[in-house]
Structure formats: C-alpha cells, structure tokens
C-alpha cells in the first residue's frame, strides 16, 4: 500500500542549530503538505505545493524556515537557526488533487511525522 | 479562515460503550476528512466524507454539509480506539487548504 514517507522520526536539537526534514509523498501526488502540530492542539498548515509550486505560505516562519521541492517529488523542509518553541510534531501529507478521479477530490494521507526538540 | 470545532475535547468510555464525537464548521466546504491520531503521533485516515453518511466496521460518519456538522460514531469501543480524533475541513472555493479542529482525546478503560 502507498505511503507517505518522511525522515527522521525523531530529532533533537540545540537552539540555534539548524535541522531539516524530508518527505517523500504518495507516487503521483501533484499537491504535498508540511504541518506543525503543537502538543494538544491540531496540525496548522505551514506551507503547500502543488507540484513545484508554493501555492501557501502564508503562516510560514519565513525569517527561520524554507522550503523546497524542486522536482515536484519529495520535499525539504529547513529550520535554521532551531529556536526552543519550534519543538513540534511536524506532519507531511499528499493528496492526488488537481488530478483526482473528480475535480473536487482531496483526500489528504499523512506520514508518521518528525518529533523535533530543541533544547 | 473557517473555523472548526470539535465537541467533546475529553472523552472516558469503559470498553464495548458507544460514543458520538462532533465537529461543527463555520462556512461552506468542499471537503471533510475524519482522522486519529494514534499515540505515535501518525494521522490515520477514517473517513472521507464531505456529505452523506459511511461505515467501517463499527465506526460510523455523517456529513450534514447545509448545516455544518459532521458526527463520528464509534461503536462497541475498544481499548485500540483510544488516541486523538480529529476534524478537518477544506472551505469551498479554497481548494486544498484544510483546516483542522482541536481534536477530541478519547480514553477507552479497559
């Protein structure tokens, strides 16, 4: 069965350190997702792509964070430098949307997530 | 944005009770999807139900989209269903964005 990918699970940090995650979505997914999910509270979006393409970015830290996907594959997702309240769960997801067996479909699939604390 | 909320935030079942979990939204939408979140931290899909109603086994959703709720129905619980639901909504006309409500804990005690 397909799944989304993403690596490392766990990471930890010291401040001021930079960290990067990867992600590998589901073969043939146009649109990829990065969230950050707070403990206790539900995954915020921080940034999507619909193949290469950054379509939001609207709450991405962009004075520490970037990301990437420069083949409209897998993607990078960077901290730099890693400040203490970026510890997080930090989600990749895909969906096949725009190309989908309806135009409106838009089931997102998520990977296992990278734990990430900075000490 | 749309706003979503999800009721109760805190749930205690003894095992084999059943449970209805809710989720309100503020607007419109293309798209909602059911997920939990087990205690590893990984999304797992439940439903995908922007209207109607499905059922997987002893879990069952309904969408009423005209009137902005969505309901998750866990039947006979099991110890395995213990972790965190949540609720996400894409707003129509905003495709692919999602927002996700603030997720329901349940406990089931064995």
């Known amino acids: 069965e397909a799944e989304v990918a993403q690596s490392p699970r766990y990471k930890i940090t010291e401040k001021s350190q930079a960290v990067a995650f990867w992600c590998d979505p589901i073969s043939g997914h146009a649109t990829l997702y990065w969230y950050r999910q707070i403990l206790g509270q539900g995954p915020e979006l921080l940034v999507q792509f619909q193949d290469e393409s950054v379509v939001d970015d609207s709450q991405l830290p962009k004075d520490r964070f970037s990301a990437e996907r420069l083949k409209g594959v897998d993607s990078t997702l960077k901290i730099q430098p890693a400040e203490l309240g970026d510890s997080a769960m930090y989600l990749c997801a895909s969906s096949p949307y725009p190309q989908g067996p309806m135009s409106s479909y838009n089931e997102q699939f998520f990977g296992p997530g990278t734990r990430l604390t900075v000490l | ?110």
């Open chain 2, 1 to 110: 944005g749309i706003q979503v909320e999800q009721s109760p935030p805190d749930l205690i079942l003894q095992e084999g009770a059943n449970s209805t979990l809710r989720c309100n939204f503020s607007d419109s939408v293309n798209n909602l999807q059911w997920f939990h979140q087990n205690p590893w931290g990984q999304l797992i899909n439940l439903f995908y139900i922007p209207s109607g109603t499905k059922q997987n086994g002893r879990l069952s959703a309904t969408t009423v989209a005209t009137e902005r709720y969505s309901l998750l129905y866990i039947s006979s619980s099991q110890t395995t269903d213990s972790g965190v639901y949540f609720c996400a909504v894409e707003r129509r006309g905003n495709f692919n964005k999602f927002y996700f409500g603030s997720g329901t804990k349940l406990n089931v005690k064995p």
